[in-house]
């Protein structure tokens, strides 16, 4: 089972960035095979999928709310997935987390779903007015 550590998590003002990291280990296939995601659960509300992206360098997946504002990347080791976050809104704040897949971005209308086998414990982000 894959390992995932999220960090760089904080607070920030509107109009701010912040860049998360996600160490990954343990992978049991190919760290090539695999979807690696963003998600994010606010108080009260569901988990919800952010972006993905497959470790082979493929395609990417955004939310609607995310677009242009938030890039996914990971390194050529795939063993760190970063979500680079820029033009911070109130409604970003809460806990994100890293997630892993094997073989296939479980996707729903081009976001991802919560079907990810593997899940990092979070990170916190708050964004203040």
């Known amino acids: 089972q894959v390992q995932l550590v999220e960090s760089g998590g904080g607070s920030v003002q509107v109009g701010g960035s912040l860049r998360l990291s996600c160490a990954a280990s343990g992978y049991t296939y190919s760290s090539s095979s695999y979807c690696m995601g963003w998600f994010r659960q606010a108080p009260g509300k569901e988990r919800e999928g952010v972006a993905a992206i497959y470790t082979s360098g493929g395609s990417t997946y955004y939310a609607d709310s995310v677009k242009g504002r938030f890039t996914i990347s990971i390194n050529n080791a795939h063993d760190t997935l970063y979500l680079e976050m820029n033009s911070l809104k109130p409604e970003d704040t809460a806990m994100y987390y890293c997630?892993?897949?094997?073989?296939?971005?479980?996707?729903?209308?081009?976001?991802?779903?919560?079907?990810?086998?593997?899940w990092g414990q979070g990170t916190q982000v708050t964004v203040s007015s």
């Open positions: 997630a892993a897949n094997k073989f296939i971005c479980p996707l729903s209308r081009g976001k991802p779903t919560a079907s990810f086998v593997a």
